[in-house]
């Protein structure tokens, strides 16, 4: 689906080493630090095949993927010890199975409402190279065990 997908090609470069903001590799899917960094700790798992729709895919993989999600969110809480942790799966705009895990603080603005509500203020919060390099190895640090 490469070229018609955004998310197949990034776990395209995942797959290939490419992808600098890689956390761990799944049995079904990569768990990648978001592009931005609004709530400290956040990140996705991209499904590595391209489906449109968790009910699309058999019971077994939606269980292990569900699994690595949580994984992965177990990691997230323990490395950045949040108020609250959100889980988005929507697929509106990339059209390919991805979870958005989201650690929400006290100090959010609005931490009571949906993530998406600052969602014009996200890419201020980019990561330099050092910072991501750094929330990597605290996140990894945090999954070992996961
Ligand atoms: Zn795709």
Not at 23 to 34: D, N, P, Q, T
Not at 36 to 49: N, T
Request: hydrophobic residues 40%.
């Amino acid at each position: 689906m490469s070229g018609s997908c955004g998310l197949c090609d990034r776990v395209k470069a995942m797959a290939e080493g490419k992808h600098p903001a890689v956390i761990r590799e799944f049995k079904h899917s990569y768990w990648v630090l978001g592009d931005h960094q609004f709530f400290k700790g956040y990140s996705l798992v991209l499904l590595k095949k391209h489906v449109r729709e968790m009910h699309e895919l058999a019971a077994r993989e939606r269980r292990e993927l569900l699994d690595e999600v949580m994984r992965a969110g177990d990691a997230v809480a323990k490395a950045f010890k949040p108020w609250k942790m959100n889980f988005a799966s929507l697929g509106n705009v990339d059209e390919h199975v991805h979870w958005h895990i989201i650690p929400r603080y006290k100090s959010d603005p609005d931490h009571r409402a949906h993530p998406w509500l600052n969602s014009a203020d996200f890419n201020k919060y980019g990561t330099s190279p050092r910072q991501r390099t750094a929330a990597l190895r605290r996140l990894r640090l945090h999954s070992r065990d996961a």
